[in-house]
């Protein structure tokens, strides 16, 4: 039959020499070649070397791999066929001949193990000529498909198309292969790869064309959800649940400012002369009345930010921790400042300094969530920004003075609900702390310096504040204790995970990849942020980025 390959090894004298050469000079063993005998496909009396183990498709990754192996093998052992009678061997790409027998034995050998009982069953029936389906039991997998052999030795499905002229050939008999096997994984997972990791239908629509696969859309899913690539490019991080408010936003009774969130925005157009330059704004954000503080940098570089943070401190006070994000100019302030306070020799220096010691906390790299309540506040003064009716390029003094009106504006926003029906009932805002009143407006009485006086004045200040913290204990707490997302609990990362780092800047399926070295819990035993090592470096990611 030409359609059907025939690696044989005849019991004759002459071919036995070829046996034990092939096998002598080019070590058919280590290709997966017994040196037992099997007949894959065969209609003559001959025994045909068995090229094809469980453990050979095993050990592919892809069908066009493991196809174009068994080629490749038929057409050595052909080959060698050939240089012993002295016939032309066969050269350059495989044919598409060679690639459809190469099918047949890989089809063949899996009909084999999968239906060895309906194979052996179904050779017989054929060879005696009787009814086919008769032969088979009722439990068999293949009972209902009215199963028969082709020429080569494939069991196929006889359907109800024999007589449909425009229906193409394999349709009319498909080919049938078992449900979890692994050369039927591979082809699915080729029409996969094929399609592009989408068009899911389409796909199984064209292996319904070519082969019977039982429950295919099934085993088709299954295929597609372990998909590496797929996985990748759906990959999304799982983070750990919300965590609860840091001390520093709860700290109360402490002076505005205490504790300081700090973070820059932009870049802004201004024209100076002739010239157009960038200048930046710095927000420095009150973590527990959400008071701000705006300043305007001429540039990003470590100098400009501390004159920034020196401006802060001199008009609001010396803060006692600053917490901003991981930017090489906070990072060089940071520095620059602590080698600073402690090269000061001169006494008032030492004392300036002294007072305004303080404690630089840096967020984890690419992780905006650990400072939103700072982020949220860069958004509203850029949205009041935008309602300014301010030329295209304002001199510095204007946007000096835009940012101060956007400032108090901001300050003063209320923190609680807004009563309607009470208007005596007035809702807290940041002012209140810093100025007295919701827009700093106070009643002018006049001043009485005696001792009662002065001692009533300070209880009146001592009670307002305590006013102010009741008030905001009472209203503006309670709101903070509802989490807005990551509501579940996770699988916390591991030391030893491998992970795929989230990069916003690359496509899906460029993400690096990295082994976790070391993990950072906070005080829930959450994990928050974690040490990953990756092929350019160790980097220092969020859990939310893994």
Known sequence: DTHCFHICECEETGNEALTDAVKRHFALESLGISNQSQTLMSTDDTRAIQILTRETHLKSGRWTRLERSIGYVVRFVNNARHRLTETPVTRGPLTQEELLASERIIFAQVQLEAFPEEVKLLKQQAREGREVNRALQKSSALYKLSPELDDCGLIRMRG???????????????????????????????????????????????????????????????????????????????????????????????RAFTYTGLDYFGPMLVVVGRRTEKRWGVIFTCLTTRAIHLELAHSLNTTSCILAIRRFVARRGPPREIISDRGTNFIGASRELKEAVSEVNE????????????????????????????????????????????????????????????????????????????????????????????????????????????????????????????????????????????????????????????????????????????????????????????????????????
């Open 347 to 546: 006494d008032e220096l030492i004392c300036e300094f002294s007072t305004s010691t303080f404690r630089w906390t840096f967020n984890p790299p690419a992780a905006p969530h650990f400072g939103g309540c700072w982020e949220r506040l860069v958004r509203s003064v850029k949205q009041i920004l935008c309602k300014f009716n301010l030329p295209r390029l304002p001199s510095d003094e204007v946007l000096q003075s835009t940012l101060a009106e956007v400032e108090m504006i901001i300050n003063s926003r209320p923190l609680t609900y807004v009563p309607l029906n009470d208007e005596m009932d007035m809702p807290i805002t940041p002012n209140h702390l810093l100025l007295g009143s919701s827009d700093g407006t106070k009643r002018s009485v006049p001043f009485d310096d005696s001792p009662a006086a002065v001692s009533a004045t300070w209880r009146t200040t001592q009670r307002n504040a305590d006013i102010f913290w009741k008030r905001w204990v009472a209203d503006y707490l309670p709101t903070l204790t509802r989490r807005s997302k990551w509501f579940q609990s996770v699988r916390p990362i591991k030391e030893g995970d491998v992970v795929i780092i989230v990069d916003a800047n690359l496509p899906r399926n460029t993400w690096p990849k990295g082994r976790v070295l070391a993990v950072v819990r906070s005080g829930d035993g959450q994990v928050r942020r974690a040490t990953v090592q990756t092929a350019n470096g160790i980097l220092e990611r969020p859990a939310t980025k893994l």
């Open 160 to 254: 109800r198309l024999d007589t449909c002229s425009i229906a193409s050939e394999p349709l009319r008999k498909l080919v049938i292969l078992p449900r979890r096997h692994h050369v039927t994984g591979l082809i699915l997972l080729a029409y996969h790869v094929k399609y592009r990791h989408c068009n899911h239908r389409t796909a199984v629509n064209e292996l319904r064309a070519r082969y019977y696969i039982p429950r295919v859309l099934a085993e088709y899913n299954r295929i597609r959800h372990s998909c590496q690539y797929c996985k990748n490019a759906n990959a999304a991080p799982k983070p750990p649940m919300m965590g609860s408010i840091p001390r520093c936003r709860t700290a109360v009774g402490q």
